[in-house]
T-cell receptor, first 109, second 113 residues
Framework: GQNIDQPTEMTATEGAIVQINCTYQ??????LFWYQQHAGEAPTFLSY????GLEEKGRFSSFLSRSKGYSYLLLKELQMKDSASYLC??????????FGTGTRLQVFP | NAGVTQTPKFQVLKTGQSMTLQCAQD?????MSWYRQDPGMGLRLIHY???????DQGEVPNGYNVSRSTTEDFPLRLLSAAPSQTSVYFC????????????FGNGTRLTVT
């Protein structure tokens, strides 16, 4: 079977750094994606990792360890607009992209 | 360039009624898929297609049919709606390579009473 785990909710303060973890168990591995979803809107793509290590994109970075089945999304210099759900998704050995249940992040002033 | 267009945005059905959710894309993407999103359950894959004429089941296919007669369109049919199908439905497309991210439509909010 396939299983993707993320914390349900997190809170943080404006200007701080937050790390959202994702662990996965899948049949095969062909990449891990992070998406952002604001309430009432569609998910939008943030990052993609297929090799071990850190990918940086501005204030957002994503890390992957394939041997541990683990990824995290790092958000720096948090802004109020970063309040959203963050979805981890894994492509296994099929064409399917399977999502975790998402982490709801609330940023407080 | 409209991207991924879903219609309708909102729909209310009575139990037992049928309907089709439309999804059209103008990005020439080979891969198209349907997800449903429920509170606490995340996005769950219903059906997907890797190209015209090819469809396959996802995690939760029961109660839904799809077809892919053209590259652009991927309709989702509910033959006999049930209250358990109350959800937000997203159509998502991708170029078809492993590193291609999904592009989502704006969603259809369906209520079955």
């Amino acid at each position: 079977g396939q299983n993707i785990d993320q914390p349900t909710e997190m809170t943080a303060t404006e200007g701080a750094i937050v790390q959202i973890n994702c662990t996965y168990q899948t049949s095969g591995f062909n990449g891990l994606f992070w998406y952002q979803q604001h309430a009432g809107e569609a998910p939008t793509f943030l990052s993609y990792n297929v090799l071990d290590g850190l990918e940086e994109k501005g204030r957002f970075s994503s890390f992957l360890s394939r041997s541990k089945g683990y990824s995290y999304l790092l958000l720096k210099e948090l802004q109020m607009k970063d309040s959203a759900s963050y979805l981890c998704a894994v492509r296994g050995d099929t064409d399917k992209l399977i999502f975790g249940t998402g982490t709801r992040l609330q940023v407080f002033p | 360039n409209a991207g991924v267009t879903q219609t309708p945005k909102f729909q209310v059905l009575k139990t037992g009624q049928s309907m089709t959710l439309q999804c059209a894309q103008d990005m020439n993407h080979e891969y198209m898929s349907w997800y449903r999103q429920d509170p606490g359950m995340g996005l769950r894959l219903i059906h997907y297609s890797v190209g015209a004429g090819i469809t396959d089941q996802g995690e939760v296919p029961n109660g839904y049919n799809v077809s892919r007669s053209t590259t652009e369109d991927f309709p989702l049919r509910l033959l006999s709606a049930a209250p358990s199908q109350t959800s937000v439905y997203f159509c998502a497309t991708a170029e078809g390579t492993n590193d291609s991210p999904l592009h989502f439509g704006n969603g259809t909010r369906l209520t079955v009473t």
